[in-house]
């Protein structure tokens, strides 16, 4: 399969822990995007790199949020001090663009709960 | 944020074309259209995008008014599995993020 993978699936803590997910994009794409949704509402952005460089983050990124994508292929969100809050599922999606119109291909999620 | 409006939910009787409208009143003239759906508990679905002229592919219709202020996404014969959130979003591209608002739910009835 070579789509969007996102690991772990799902993924149950307890307040105050971290924790950290992963996101594979398709090979050949350049962008890759965090998003969180919550039940009954669209997909929030959170943040999205260009290569290995992180453009833009939300406001909604508080500092306990730390995006990363060192090499320009996989990323990585981790939480610290996580609270019942960030329960949500957590979607990375990626596109190839280049003076071009792009389109975002998404992964299945990572849904987070926080006991 | 997001600059589009949408109805909350729409029902769609099977085998009949779905119509689902998009109000971007404020769209500029270098933002195209896009549309995504989500089945439940899965990630988003690209489906159609345009800037000016209506555009068709294998899953859908994109009507683009003259003006461009509004758009309606065409599902020509719904089926069952079309039941899903159809999200309208405006970007300039190539830009930054896609920002999603909170969709239609379109429920097709059999």
């Known amino acids: 399969d070579t789509g969007v993978s996102q690991d772990p699936r799902h993924k149950i803590t307890k307040r105050g822990q971290n924790v950290t997910f992963r996101c594979d994009p398709i090979?050949?794409?350049?962008?890759l995007y965090w998003y969180r949704q919550t039940l009954g509402q669209g997909p929030e952005f959170l943040t999205y790199?260009?290569?290995?460089?992180?453009?833009?983050k939300s406001r909604l990124l508080s500092d306990r949020f730390s995006a990363e994508r060192p090499k320009g292929s996989f990323s990585t969100l981790e939480i610290q001090r996580t609270e019942q809050g960030d329960s949500a599922m957590y979607l990375c999606a990626s596109s190839f663009e280049q003076g071009s119109v792009g389109e975002l291909f998404f992964g299945e999620g990572s849904r987070l709960t926080v006991l | 944020d997001a600059k589009t409006t949408q109805p909350p939910s729409m029902d769609c009787a099977e085998g009949r074309a779905a119509n689902l409208p998009c109000n971007h009143s404020?769209?500029?003239?270098?933002?195209?259209v896009y549309w995504y759906r989500q089945i439940h508990s899965q990630g988003p679905q690209y489906i159609i995008h345009g800037l000016k002229n209506n555009e068709t592919n294998e899953m859908a219709s994109l009507i683009i008014t003259e003006d461009r202020k509004s758009s309606t996404l065409i599902l020509p014969h719904a089926t069952l599995r079309d039941t899903a959130v159809y999200y309208c979003i405006v970007r300039v591209a190539p830009g930054n993020q896609f920002y999603f608002g909170t969709g239609t739910s379109l429920t097709v009835i059999p």
């Open positions: 090979s050949e794409h350049n962008r």
């Open positions: 404020t769209i500029s003239g270098n933002e195209y």
């Open positions: 790199f260009q290569n290995e460089a992180q453009l833009e």
